[in-house]
């Protein structure tokens, strides 16, 4: 069975540190580049960062760059985001997602996960 599981969101403080989790349980994705994207309470989802299948290659959406940071770990079929300094226009529903075609267009994909809520409080 095809499924995402994200975990780690929680409330924090401003300028708190969350590491998010995307677990791929049934090892369907580990040729294919993953990504996170966000949405906030009345806002559309958006890109937040990408790994390619190896870890060789990454992308951030600008707000991304410097604070958080995408790795995935092959052998356990795990995806995260180290997201540091965090803010309050951080807060968001966290989901993890999967396409072959996610450096090509970031804008959409085939697979995610339910999602993680990060709540920072000012």
């Known amino acids: 069975q095809v499924q995402l599981k994200e975990s780690g969101g929680g409330l924090v403080q401003v300028g708190a540190s969350l590491r998010l989790s995307c677990a791929d349980s049934?090892?369907?994705?580990?040729?294919?580049?993953m990504g996170w994207y966000r949405q906030a309470p009345g806002k559309e989802r958006e890109f937040v960062a990408a790994v390619n299948w190896n870890g060789g290659a990454t992308d951030y959406a600008d707000f991304a760059k410097g604070r958080f940071t995408i790795s995935r770990d092959s052998a356990e079929n795990t995806v995260y985001l180290q997201m540091n300094s965090l803010k309050p226009e951080d807060t968001a529903v966290y989901y993890c997602?999967?396409?072959?075609?996610?450096?090509?267009?970031?804008?959409?994909?085939?697979?995610w996960g339910q999602g993680t809520r990060v709540t920072v409080s000012a």
């Open positions: 997602a999967a396409d072959r075609n996610l450096f090509l267009d970031s804008t959409r994909a085939d697979y």
């Open positions: 049934g090892r369907a994705f580990s040729g294919y580049p």
